[in-house]
């Protein structure tokens, strides 16, 4: 009796098997890359901005074509090492744009959390900012990243109180954007000359941005004690309307 044969197809491995094999080679990549940024960290505040990948690779641990096999140049790490700082920083302040308080509270809380940050690390601030390093453009740029992010979360809040208060809130992008420039520039300086305080910085930016808030708000015929708690709520906001007459007699006594 003969026996017909049939041919024997091969089974593939199942879909899953192969895509979990990447997955974990992608976590696996992705964890060492966020081990050499720590070590980057690290490396940025024992030798500077100017720090060499020489150190970053003795820092971490590895030799350099070891680093050079998750990042491609110092430009690559540069990005990685910028969004690093930027999540850290958007960690600190990402909660204290929705804490409750008076407006000079609020404002002291923002900017005392941003300059304490970049007083903790000056020099991972140099080097994200400075970008002397850079031998070609980078593909992303973390400094400009990160104060969109500020100025975004900035001008949801400022639109949703001008909005309760019946303003118009059609300039509180550009708006945001003036503000969070304004404080970027006054850290580089505060970090260079270290000529006063963090605490009378704080102070003295508070007041200008302050005064910029209580502008908008007196040409609208507005007045708000900055030291009183301001909330939004099923109420509304606490605001006290001052007619001209009433600030003249006020100025006059």
């Known amino acids: 009796m003969s026996h017909s044969s049939r041919p024997v197809k091969a089974v593939p491995p199942g879909p899953g098997r192969g895509d979990a094999r990447r997955e974990r080679w992608r976590e696996h990549r ?3 890359r966020a081990e050499f940024v720590a070590a980057a960290v690290r490396a940025i505040g024992k030798h500077g901005a100017d720090v060499g990948m020489d150190e970053i690779a003795a820092e971490a641990g590895v030799s ?5 096999r998750h990042f491609s140049d110092k430009s690559d790490l540069y990005v990685a090492v910028g969004e690093w700082g930027t999540e850290l920083l958007m960690q600190r302040l990402r909660p204290l744009f929705h804490q409750g308080g008076s407006p000079n509270q ?3 809380r923002l900017l005392d959390a941003y300059l304490g940050t970049i007083e903790q690390y000056p020099e991972l601030y140099r080097f994200v900012v400075q970008r002397t390093f850079a031998d070609r453009p980078v593909r992303s740029d973390p400094v400009s990243a990160e104060k969109t992010v500020i100025a975004n979360s900035l001008s949801r809040i400022l ?4 909005r309760a208060l019946g303003l118009d809130s059609g300039g509180v992008e550009p708006w945001s954007h003036g503000l969070v420039g304004m404080v970027q520039a006054s850290g580089d300086w505060w970090l260079e000359r270290q000529s006063m305080s963090r605490g009378d910085l704080t102070d003295y930016l508070a007041q200008i941005i302050w005064y910029a808030i209580d502008g908008v708000l007196r040409s609208a015929g507005l007045v708000i004690d900055p030291d009183e708690p301001l909330e939004i709520g099923d109420e509304g906001l606490r605001v006290i309307s001052v007619p001209d007459d009433a600030e003249e007699d006020a100025d006059d006594a």
């Open 30 to 32: 992705e964890a060492r």
């Open 64 to 68: 350099k074509p070891v680093l050079y």
């Open 106 to 108: 609020r404002i002291r």
């Open 159 to 162: 639109g949703e109180y001008l």
